[in-house]
Nanobody, 124 residues
Framework: QVLLVESGGGLVQAGGSLRLSCAAS????????IGWFRQAPGKEREFVAG????????SYRDSVKGRFTISRDNAKITVYLQMNSLKPEDTAVYYC?????????????????WGQGTQVTVSS
């Protein structure tokens, strides 16, 4: 079992930055691919970024490439999402998720494990 707790969301002006953290518990954390999803009001949940179990591979949706960076520290069992040059369209609830691999995370909308979400609001 992997428990995920997100933090770091908030209100920021367009062009600003936020860093989200996903703290995990569970010995299997280091074996999982970890990803960030987001869901805006009235829209479907979408994959934002993901990282493989050892950090060697990352993946991003096109709209955040060059602005967002995902990283993980397995010693601290934490995954981070650095978000720069934020835009109003980035406003959403951001969820941390874990699954067997990065490829699985990219292909699914129902990962094995979810956090409770953290709100990110970008004002124009």
């Amino acid at each position: 079992q992997v428990l995920l707790v997100e933090s770091g969301g908030g209100l920021v002006q367009a062009g600003g930055s936020l860093r989200l953290s996903c703290a995990a518990s569970g010995r299997a954390f280091s074996l999982y691919g970890i990803g960030w999803f987001r869901q805006a009001p009235g829209k479907e949940r979408e994959f934002v970024a993901g990282i493989s179990w050892n950090g060697a591979n990352t993946s991003y949706r096109d709209s955040v490439k060059g602005r967002f960076t995902i990283s993980r520290d397995n010693a601290k069992i934490t995954v981070y999402l650095q978000m720069n040059s934020l835009k109003p369209e980035d406003t959403a609830v951001y969820y941390c998720a874990a699954d067997r691999s990065l490829n699985t995370l990219r292909a699914t909308t129902t990962p094995l494990h979810w956090g409770q979400g953290t709100q990110v609001t970008v004002s124009s």
